[in-house]
């Protein structure tokens, strides 16, 4: 089973500053099936990149994902204010299971 | 546009079993995806549970399978989940969600907790 680790746990940053989150597999993980999302409190999450790197429909292209093998990378590049909130990746693998990994959590400074 | 609603009790004793349903509007769940269950005890992070296919074939989290059963009810354009010998470890927001290697639509979630 392929563990996801999301690092760092919490990053405090200001409104308008660069977010740069990291998911590190503990196999290589095809980028086809590596996905990020975003979750608000009380929400339920929401689907921001597949594939990697393919914004899902409606999402700014402040966001960005890129990597591939064991390390990606989830880029936001200028912090809006709506954009403080916990992100997730997750991978599909090849026995057909979804893993999640435990979260990043975007605060404000 | 998909939209997915869960339904069930919210409140289950210790022991018993967990039992929610889904019901899948604008889209057949017979036409495709995978349909799949996700928990989220209180917080904490994302857990999948486990997916069915269109076509009835089943997928568990490995650390969950002794006790889970996802089923599908075409006729109803619905699905369920069944977690059985639950504990206050299984006190999460469950949701349920359409996918294919990556989750794209989501339902609002529901609360059950475990406790006598």
């Known amino acids: 089973e392929i563990v996801l680790t999301q690092s760092p746990g919490t990053l405090s940053l200001s409104p308008g500053e660069r977010a740069t989150l990291s998911c590190r597999a503990s196999q290589s993980v095809s980028s086809s099936y590596l996905a990020w999302y975003q979750q608000k409190p009380g929400q339920a999450p929401r689907l921001l990149i597949y594939g990697a790197s393919s914004r899902a429909t409606g999402i700014p292209d402040r966001f960005s994902g890129s990597g591939s093998g064991t390390d990606f990378t989830l880029t936001i590049s200028r912090l809006e204010p709506e954009d403080f909130a916990v992100y997730y990746c997750q991978q599909y693998g090849s026995s057909l299971s979804w893993t999640f990994g435990q979260g990043t959590k975007v605060e404000i400074k | 546009q998909v939209q997915l609603q869960e339904s069930g009790p919210g409140l289950v004793k210790p022991s018993e079993t967990l039992s929610l349903t889904c019901a899948v509007s604008g889209y057949s769940i017979s036409s495709g995806y995978y349909w799949g269950w996700i928990r989220q005890p209180p917080g904490k992070g994302l857990e999948w549970i486990g997916s069915?296919?269109?076509?009835?074939?089943?997928y568990y989290n490995p650390s969950l399978k002794s006790r889970v059963t996802i089923s599908v009810d075409t006729s109803k354009n619905q699905f369920s989940l069944k977690l059985s010998s639950v504990t206050a470890a299984d006190t999460a927001v469950y949701y349920c969600a359409s996918s294919f290697s990556y989750f794209d639509y989501w339902g609002q979630g529901t609360l059950v907790t475990v406790s006598s």
């Open positions: 069915i296919y269109h076509s009835g074939s089943t």
